[in-house]
C-alpha cells in the first residue's frame, strides 16, 4: 500500500527542517519568480506576443523540492510544466523561458525555436557531435509534447545506470556514469498517467528494478476532465498498490504520497526517497496530490468553464506558494515584510527580463526591416504595385521575419518584367534570410558529424574459395558475435531474444556467452522497448533493441515517431539517440506476420534511417555500418530469408554497406525495376521469365528507403532504358509512390521516360493466410513478368503479342 508520508515539523523551531534559512528563501524566491513567468506568459500569448503557452503554475513548491536532490549526472525525462524545476536548478532564465516562448530561434537554448515553451533540452554533445561529461551537468533529455510519451524514454535512461553498475567492462566510461548511482527523474500529470506507456514503464520498471523516481503532479484534472472519470478510485497512488516493492521477490515499486503545499515535507521525503533510489536501485513514484492550476491547463481556455466555484476558492486557499510563505513566517525563517519584498522582487524581475526576451526576438525583423527599406529607397517608381508593397513596409510595426521576407518576395514578383538595377541587391537580401531560415528550421534531423552514418567508410565484402555457405542466421549469429564482442557497450534485448536467441536464432547462445546482462529478454511492450533504447542510447550505450515483427512496430511507433526520429532535430543538435531498431518483415504468413508497411514508416520516421537488405548478409553490413555512425536507424530483415544459404564474407565483422546507394544485381537495357527486400528473389524469376521473351530488364536493388539514392544512380538507368516499374510488397501508393516521386521528380527522371512509370504493389488489404492467399495479394513472378512485357508490348505490339496476355 501507498506510504503517506507528509513532514510537518513544529512551527516554532527550525531544527526538525533539514535546510538554512538563506536556501528556503532562494527556494521561495524561485517559486515567485516561476509564478510570475507563468502569469506574464499567459497575457504575452492572450496579447499576441506567442502562439501557445502552457506553464507550471501550482507545481512550483514540489519541483524546488525535487530540484534540491537532482545532482550532476542525473537525468530528467519530464513533460511540459517543468519551468521551475529549471530555474531551481540554474538550467534555464526568465529571458530564455520567454525566448522559448516567444519561439525565437537565435536566443531559445533548448530547440532553437523549434519546440513549444516549457519544453527543455540541455547539451549531451558538443557541436563536434562528440559526448559531453554528464557527470559534470544537470542533464534533461530533449521533452516532447505527447502525453505520457516521456516515461519510455525515462526506462532507457534509467536502466542505463543499470548497466554501468554491472558492466564491468565499462567501470572506466567515467563521462556518462559514476557506477550507476544516476537517478533517472520522470514528470507527469496525474491525468497522462491513464495512458498505456505510463503502464508498460510503471510495470517494466518494477521488473528491471532501476533507478527511476517518478513524481506525479495531481491536480484532480485532465484539461476540463476530472479524476473521477481518469483514474480508478481517484488515485494513482492506491491503483498502483499492487505495485509495492516485494523485498522476497525484489521486484515492484515504492510508492509514495505528499502534498504539493508541504513544502518541509516535501524536501524530506524527496531527500529520502531518492536516497534509497540511489543506493538500491529501486523504482519510486511520488504521488504529489491537492496540486493546484490557478491559470487552468493552457491558454486555449480558462479553467472557471469546468471548474465550481467551490474548487476555485479551494484552489485559492491550497496554493502552495501561499501556503509556504505562511509556514516561513509561523517558523519564525522569514517577516511578512521579507516575503513581501521578494513577491516584488519577483514581478519586477520577471517583468524587465520579458520585455528583454520581446527585445531580443523583435531584433532580427527590425534589421531586415531597415535593410530591405534601404533597397527600397534606390528603386525607381516603376508602377502603383511597387509603390504600393512599398507602403506595406513602412506600415509593419514590430515585423516579425517571415513578414518582412514576404513583402520582399511580393516585390520580387512585381519586378518579375521591369528592367531595374535593384534586383540584384533584392535578390542577394533575400537569399541571406533565406539561407537563415534554412539553418533555423531545416537542420540538424541528420548527423553531419564525422560519425555520420553517411561518412562511415565503405569496406566491401570479401569472398574467397574458403568462403562457406550458411544460412542467414547463421551469419547474423556469427556477425552478432564478433560485434559483442568488439563493443563492449552493445546490448541487445527484446522478445525472446535472450534465453532462445529471437525466433530466428540470430541471437542463438549469445546471453550464455555475454551474460543475461547485455542479451536479454523483455516482455511484450514494444512501445518500452523502444524507449529503453532511446535511453540508454543517449547515455552513450549502444543497444540494438528487437521488435519481433515489422507489423508489430506499430505499438513501438509512437516513441520512434515522436522521440527516436525527432531528438536530435527538436534539441536544434544538443542531443542523439544512435539506437538500433532490428525487426523482420515483408513476406511469410498470415496478417500480423507478413506485412511490409513500409509507406506509414517512411512517412512516420524522419530523422532516422531506414534500411531494408534483401538478406542476412547484407543485413550484417548495415548492422556494421550503424554500430560505427551516431545516426539512429531502423533496419528490417527479411522474414522469409533465414533459412536461405548465403555466402560469408570472410571480414563480416568488418564490411560495411554505404546507405542511400542502389545496386545493380543484373544490368539491362529494355525496363528498368526497382525493389528491395523479399522483392529482390520474386524479381529475379519474374526476370527469368522475360529474358526467354528476349527482354532485356536491369534490376536495381535500392537496399535503403531513407535514405533514398543519393547519387542519382537510378535515373542514370532509366536514361538508358525510357521505362520504370517499382515494385515492393507494400498497399498501393506506399513505398512504390514514394521511390517513384524520388526518381522522376527528385531526380528528374521524368525527361527520359517512353511510356508510363508503373507500380507493382500488393493488394490494398492485409496479406491473408496461406500459400494461395500470399500469392493472390503480393506481387509475383508471373506480375513481374506480365507488368513489363504489356510496358515492352505497347512499344512494339508486334513483336510482343500483348493480346495473349
Known sequence: MAKDIVLNPDSKTKKAFPAGKASILRDFEICCISREVSLLGRKAVLSGRGKFGIFGAGKEVPQVAMARVFEKGDFRSGYYRDQTFMLAKGLATVEQLFAQLYADPENDPFSGGRQMNSHFATPLIDKEGRWTNHLETYNVSADISCTAGQMA????????????????????????????????????????????????????????QVPLLISVWDDGFGISVPIELQTTKSSISEVLGGFAYDKNKNQGIEIYTAKAWDYPGLVALYKNVSGRVRKYHRPSVIHVEEVTQPQGHSTSGSHERYKSTERLEWEKEKDCILIMENWMIESGIATREETEAIRESAKEEVKQKQQIAWNNYLAPGKQRKQALLEIY???????????????????????????????????????????????????????????????????????????????????????????????????????FDLSFDKYPNLYAFGEDVGQIGDVNQGMAGLQEKYSSDRVFDSGIRENTIVGHAIGMSMRGLRPIAEIQYLDYLVFGLQPLADDLSTVRYRSNGLQHSPAIIRTRGHRLEGIWHSGSPMGMILNSLRGMYVLVPRNMTQAAGFYNTMLQSDDPALIVECLNGYRLKEKMPDNLGEFTIPLGVPEVLEAGTDVTLVTYGSCVRVAKKGLALLKSRGISVELIDVQSLLPFDIEHRIVESLKKTNRIVFMDEDVPGGATAFMMREVLEVQGGYRYLDAAPYCLTAAQHRPPYGDDGDYFSKPNPENVFEVIYRIMAEADPVKYNYKKL
Open 153 to 208: 524514454r525515462a526506462l532507457g535512461l534509467a536502466g542505463a545506470s543499470k548497466k554501468y553498475r554491472f558492466n564491468k567492462a565499462l567501470a572506466t566510461t567515467t563521462n556518462f556514469s559514476h557506477k550507476g548511482n544516476e537517478i533517472t527523474f520522470a514528470t507527469i500529470g496525474d491525468a497522462s498517467t491513464s495512458e498505456g506507456v505510463f503502464w508498460e514503464t510503471i510495470n517494466a520498471a518494477g521488473v528491471m
Open 377 to 479: 529607397q534606390t528603386m525607381p517608381a516603376y508602377n502603383e504595385e511597387v509603390e504600393t508593397i512599398k507602403k506595406e513596409l513602412n506600415r509593419l510595426h514590430n515585423p516579425t521575419v517571415t513578414e518582412i521576407l514576404q513583402n520582399a518576395r511580393h516585390m520580387r514578383y512585381a519586378l518579375f518584367n521591369v528592367e531595374n538595377p535593384v534586383m540584384e541587391p533584392l535578390e542577394t537580401w533575400i537569399l541571406e534570410v533565406e539561407s537563415r531560415g534554412h539553418n533555423h528550421y531545416h537542420t540538424n534531423l541528420y548527423s553531419t558529424s564525422e560519425k555520420s552514418a553517411l561518412k562511415v567508410p565503405v569496406v566491401p565484402p570479401v569472398f574467397s574459395k574458403k568462403s562457406v555457405l550458411k544460412n542467414g542466421y547463421q551469419i547474423l549469429n556469427d556477425f
